[in-house]
């Protein structure tokens, strides 16, 4: 991998990751930008404990625009984006309208390849290995910012979604906070430590897993299951089976392995609902330990996190949303309509020939 760091013209970084070690990346961003200006602000709620992120400035951004004019496909001609360069393996950028910046944390765009038409599902391996080595990079650089506490990978795909970007990406969000989800892991986490005198929550629950009709999928160094109490109608995380705290933690073996099981989980999300039906929109989440302090959970340390992808969808069936209704908006209480045990043995039906 080749890392190019430049900066675009009205200030913001941009990162190029290469699989050629030899390419040059020395393209300037010719477009009138002047410095961006944003309102973030993160606001803590007193009652629930947890934070808001207020950013006004994002009503403005890009919704939906035709193919030739995607602000993240790369600069040909007159036709000038996001990307100066006329091509590109991974790009990763400030986004331009963030939801989190300066002391309130930073949001980056992930562009996974250059072709618009493209999906992570249709990378080729050594493409989807150098997607990985760029989340980890960023992990790694963004945990060193002062107002950084948590780094977060994800990917949403589709216009059910929200996403109002076609072309292929995902984004990372470094929080000034742990978030919400993290820490009632962690409480967790530090409540059967304390009552089992010191096992893992993490090794327990993928021990129970490992011995279960929920897994999907299982490699040398991974594996995917639905888990027993899944929110959402077709969900999956994805382990490695040596518990580390962050995407850095993973050894060789398990990243050179992680582009085949990925790859072949996206395409039987895909398969779910048959041939004929549109692409299934999913989000794709990395839950890493948070590199700020862990004084609020006593006696847990951040190698007692385990990283994992949780990859769902809010399809439920063909045709058909699921939407968090009174229940799940109103008072956090998923109801799943999709029998954890059965949307397994689908996405075991779906598997590559």
């Known amino acids: 991998m080749k890392k190019?760091?430049?900066?675009?013209?009205?200030?913001?970084?941009?990162?190029?990751?290469?699989?050629?070690?030899?390419?040059?990346?020395?393209?300037?961003?010719?477009?009138?930008?002047?410095a961006t200006v944003t309102t973030s602000e993160v606001?803590?709620?007193?009652l629930l404990g947890d934070s808001v992120a207020i950013a006004s400035h994002r009503q403005g951004r890009t919704y939906h625009p035709p193919a030739d004019e995607c602000p993240l496909c790369p600069s040909r001609g007159d036709r000038l984006s996001e990307v100066p360069d006329s091509?590109?393996?991974?790009?990763?950028?400030?986004?331009?309208?963030?939801?989190?910046?300066?002391?309130?944390?930073?949001c980056e765009v992930v562009c996974f390849t250059s072709d618009h038409q493209a999906s992570f599902a249709s990378l080729s391996e050594p493409q989807a290995r150098l997607v990985l080595d760029a989340w980890t990079d960023?992990?790694?650089?963004?945990?060193?910012?002062?107002?950084?506490?948590?780094?977060?990978c994800f990917e949403n795909r589709g216009a059910e979604i929200g996403v109002t970007l076609q072309h292929p990406h995902g984004q990372i969000y470094a929080y000034p906070f742990t978030t919400p989800r993290t820490a009632l892991m962690l409480r967790q986490v530090a409540a059967h430590k304390e009552a089992t005198g010191g096992e893992n929550l993490f090794d327990a629950v993928l021990q129970r897993e490992l011995t279960e009709e929920r897994i999907v999928l299982r490699s040398e160094h991974w594996v995917a299951f639905v888990p027993y109490a899944a929110h959402w109608p077709y969900e999956v995380h994805l382990y490695p089976l040596r518990r580390v705290p962050d995407l850095l933690g993973l050894d060789e073996a398990a990243r050179t392995e992680f582009p085949q099981v990925y790859l072949e989980l996206l395409k039987r999300f895909d398969r779910i609902f048959g041939e004929n039906e549109?692409?299934?929109?999913?989000?794709?989440?990395?839950?890493?330990?948070?590199?700020?302090?862990?004084?609020?959970?006593?006696?847990?340390?951040?190698?007692?996190?385990?990283?994992h992808l949780e990859l769902f969808t809010i399809r439920r069936t063909s045709g058909k949303l699921k939407f968090l209704a009174g229940s799940e908006s109103g008072m956090n209480v998923f109801i799943n309509d999709v029998p954890p045990e059965r949307a397994a043995q689908r996405l075991r039906e779906v598997a590559s020939s």
């Open 4 to 34: 190019t760091s430049t900066r675009l013209a009205d200030g913001r970084e941009l990162v190029y990751y290469d699989l050629g070690d030899d390419t040059v990346r020395d393209a300037v961003d010719r477009r009138p930008l002047d």
């Open 278 to 307: 549109p692409p299934t929109p999913y989000i794709a989440a990395w839950h890493q330990a948070p590199f700020g302090q862990l004084e609020d959970f006593e006696g847990v340390t951040r190698d007692d996190f385990a990283l």
């Open 43 to 46: 606001r803590h709620d007193a």
């Open 138 to 152: 960023r992990t790694s650089e963004l945990s060193h910012l002062p107002s950084v506490e948590q780094v977060f």
């Open 87 to 106: 091509s590109y393996d991974v790009v990763v950028f400030e986004n331009r309208f963030p939801s989190l910046a300066g002391d309130s944390g930073r």
